[in-house]
């Protein structure tokens, strides 16, 4: 019941930057935690940075200094801005999120967007 959708990918040249953004429809209680993940060709996909939702923030340490993430929690809505990028970002982007879906039940469910495409090459 929970649906994510991200946009803003694209093709950039190295040094470049690109703003993704990720927004969550649906019926929740909260959402407790989103964050952004890629996935190479030939890769595992792994994390790039999350966000709580009372702010903390986790970053891998191939983006540090290079990404900032951010969200709104009222919009349900995170970003990653990407600065500097590198042909070694070019991936697949996909959004995840923890939603604690009602008042009266604290578990949390996990979902994730349907990606999309970063491609850094001159």
């Known amino acids: 019941q929970v649906q994510l959708v991200e946009s803003g990918g694209g093709l950039v040249q190295p040094g470049g930057s690109l703003r993704l953004s990720c927004a969550a429809s649906?019926?929740?209680?909260?959402?407790?935690?989103m964050g952004w993940y890629r996935q190479a060709p030939g890769k595992e996909r792994e994390l790039v940075a999350t966000?709580?939702?009372?702010?903390?923030?986790n970053y891998a340490d191939s983006v540090k200094g290079r990404f900032t993430i951010s969200r709104d929690n009222a919009k349900n809505t995170v970003y990653l801005q990407m600065n500097s990028l590198k042909p070694e970002d070019t991936a697949a982007y996909y959004c995840?999120?923890?939603?604690?879906?009602?008042?009266?039940?604290?578990?949390?469910?996990?979902?994730w967007g349907q990606g999309t495409r970063v491609t850094v090459s001159a």
């Open positions: 995840n999120a923890r939603i604690r879906r009602y008042l009266y039940d604290p578990r949390e469910i996990e979902v």
């Open positions: 649906g019926s929740a209680f909260s959402i407790n935690a």
């Open positions: 966000i709580t939702r009372g702010g903390s923030i």
